[in-house]
């Protein structure tokens, strides 16, 4: 923006005169690098870490509290940066992150680290949610492809370079150097932001009301998520499924939902406003994205232990097996707009996501043991297939809304897909400890009294194997084998979940007027326009926030979309 840009429409929405500046670009894709990088970085460096800090009971946490904290956070922010603006709610998105690395890297035990890594969570989840944002501001829609493939594009270079470079501070230099290094890149981004990227003064109601927050709105959505990823992300690891603490947990998250909705209807600005699922085209997307999260949990959790314990690779070779798909989800996504500029944003997604289930069917159709390249040729199939799912609805619910309501659209979607990488953990964990243990109770008798009791000991066991014989070798591999092969079928289903979700949007997805158009491009300036079914309408969002197509609402966006 800065100076490239004027206000456009009575909600303050800016139209793009010119590209946006290349700082604020570079800006954007620094505060996802930040996010992107912190959890691989610091995955390899886990040994390093207990070993001097201690706390092996508890470190799972190091990820889950930092997962807790980005989730539950992000339908906050997508309101606030509506309200005040995206530029503060970034600028503090990265302060709060690079905050909580420094004190990261000075964490004297476990569990100040872990506290730590919550204080970085409550940033990431304003770098996320605001970064997507802000792209979608700065581009028009036919534009938005490149900008999302870029920043996908930091996603995969993270996913690859992350565990590599993790490891090679923790053994060459110190852990805690892990956390340091977030300081002169998010330091960097910040002077970016502060100095290159600025907004208009948004336009008020009431001349001179200050905005109301719904802080009430807010605390019930961190006890409901908060108490409802604790009981998933502990579930069946720290204690039984219908064990005490389970129920409680469960119990409470129910109330908190409850009471959400509650305060959430009585606030004049909810966090989550209603219309976010009145409205066909958010409410599908968010589901399928829902969805996505849920499936996504078979290539990222299973298979490098498929590869590990049933190919017998490196783990570093098993990490190559899974990011392949990180490099063709991004050029998958770049390469989109052509698809649903022709067939639409629907089309295109049910394309995208038929293809990822039958490549989900055909994981357990690879024969044992098999060949490191059959299961990496399969993710290379399948980022492709999910980057013609994911980027052309996210685009598609962006643009769908205007200035003042595309912070927490863009939320929702997130907030969805991370609640359902939440729940396919524990559901296909549990559907995964089920398999094994299913496998190890009908072993041979000859061979039952050594074999490990569950998925975490049959790895470690096959990991050194020098204590088994090969023919109980054979027996782990088989059974790791059926257990990962259950686990896709299940991720198959999900995608079967995805598909359905998307029959239930529109066929064709509503543009809004106020989203940003080049300076060389018509601007339009009728009133009447077609409603998101292909109709002519006359309004745009009912009292109630619901779709109506009309004024607000435009067709000039890709065909069929």
């Known amino acids: 923006m800065s100076g490239s840009t004027r206000r456009t429409g009575d909600s303050g929405t800016l139209r793009a005169a010119g590209p946006p500046p290349r700082p604020v670009v570079a800006a954007l894709m620094l505060g996802m690098a930040l996010a992107a990088l912190d959890s691989t970085i610091l995955a390899t460096a886990v040994p390093q870490i207990v ?10 946490w190091l990820f889950s509290g930092y997962l807790l904290a980005v989730t539950v956070t992000l339908p906050v922010y997508g309101k606030l940066s509506d309200t005040f603006g995206r530029k503060p709610i970034l600028i503090t998105g990265i302060v709060l992150f690079l905050a909580g690395s420094l004190a990261c890297a000075g964490a004297w035990d476990m569990g100040s680290l872990i506290a730590f890594r919550v204080v970085q969570g409550l940033g990431g989840g304003a770098l996320q949610g605001t970064v997507q944002t802000i792209a979608a501001d700065l581009y028009p829609m036919k534009e938005r492809p490149k900008i999302q493939a870029r920043i996908s594009s930091v996603w995969a270079t993270c996913a690859v370079a992350g565990p590599a470079l993790g490891g090679l501070l923790a053994t060459w230099a110190d852990w805690r150097w892990i956390f340091l290094i977030n300081l002169p890149v998010g330091g960097l981004a910040l002077w970016l932001i502060g100095r290159h990227f600025t907004e208009p003064q948004r336009e008020r109601p009431v001349p001179g009301a200050r905005p109301r927050v719904d802080w009430p709105g807010a605390l019930a959505i961190f006890a409901c998520g908060g108490l409802l990823l604790t009981a998933l992300v502990q579930g069946g690891v720290a204690w039984a499924w219908l064990s005490t603490p389970s129920l409680l947990l469960l119990a409470g998250s129910a109330g908190c939902a409850a009471l959400t909705v509650l305060i959430e209807r009585r606030a004049a600005e909810p966090i989550i406003p209603g219309w976010v699922w009145r409205r066909r085209t958010i409410s599908a997307v968010n589901l399928a994205l829902g969805a996505l999260g849920l499936l996504m949990v078979a290539p990222t959790v299973f298979l490098p232990t498929y590869a590990q314990s049933v190919l017998g690779l490196s783990p570093t070779a098993a990490g190559f097996v899974l990011s392949v798909m990180t490099l063709s989800w991004p050029v998958s996504a770049a390469l989109s707009s052509h698809v649903y500029n022709r067939v639409g944003i629907r089309t295109c997604a049910l394309l995208g996501m038929g293809g990822a289930g039958l490549v989900l069917l055909a994981f357990p159709l690879l024969p044992y043991p098999g060949a490191a390249w059959q299961p990496a040729l399969l993710m290379l199939a399948l980022g492709a ?34 609640v359902g990488q939440s729940v396919g953990a524990a559901l296909f964990g549990a559907l995964a400890n089920a398999t094994l243990n299913d496998r190890l109770a009908h072993a041979p008798s000859d061979l039952r009294p050594g074999l490990p009791g569950d998925l975490d000991a049959v790895s470690h066991a096959l990991a050194h194997a020098g204590g088994l014989t ?26 079967g979940l995805a598909l359905l979700a998307l029959l239930l949007a529109p066929r064709r997805f509503p543009v809004h007027t106020d989203t940003p158009v080049p300076t060389d491009a018509p601007v339009r300036t009728e009133t009447a326009a077609h409603a998101e079914t292909g109709g002519a309408g006359s309004g745009g969002t009912d009292s109630s926030g619901a779709d109506t197509g009309g004024a607000d609402r435009r067709e000039d966006g890709p065909r069929g979309a």
């Open 470 to 495: 090969a023919r109980a070798t054979d027996y782990l591999r088989r059974a790791v084998d059926t257990t990962v092969d259950h686990v896709y079928a299940g991720a198959a289903a999900a995608a």
């Open 51 to 60: 070993g001097d800090l201690g706390g092996f009971a508890v470190f799972s």
């Open 385 to 418: 297939a999910l980057g013609l799912f994911q980027l052309p609805l996210i685009i598609g619910v962006q643009s769908s809304v205007g200035y003042t309501e595309r912070g927490t659209a863009t939320a929702s979607v997130l907030f969805c897909r991370q």
